[in-house]
């Protein structure tokens, strides 16, 4: 197996994944809205759209151990954080961004692409404990906990 050495936070990505990877999110990576995500800063020095990467990725691998939908992981990670504006600058009319960033995510990527029942679950409900909604899905669980974990990282590395 091969493992290509990530710079910025020492992560690992086995390339036997990567070409299967690519396939589950190229559409959504060829989208000028999703090439949008990295304009905006998320967390520390990360964009938006590198911060969806990695949990997108990381938990594309994860649901791919567990036998469970590794494209809606993939999708729905890439995707839980598509809200097109700077949330350090910018406060939605709809409340404060950690309630309801989620929504306006899944209204665009709803808007643009489509998505199945997982992949909507996953953006919808990625901010769970704080937005009250409980995940539906195991993969909505594992991009939950991954956005978390990745965001940990970016914050304090």
Known sequence: MKVLKSSRHKSSVDLDNVSEYRECVSELMKHPNVKLMETFIQHSDVTTLNHCLN???KSFIICKRLNLDCRA???GGLLHD???YDWHETKPKEGKHGFVHPSIALANANKHFKLNKREQDIIAKHMFPLTLKLPR???S???TLVDKWIAIKEIIM
Do not use: C, K, N, Q
Request: aromatic share 34%; proline share 0%.
């Open 55 to 57: 949990v997108s990725y």
């Open 137 to 139: 899905y195991a993969e």
């Open 141 to 143: 669980w594992v991009v």
């Open 73 to 75: 992981g993939a999708r």
């Open 82 to 84: 598509f809200y097109l």
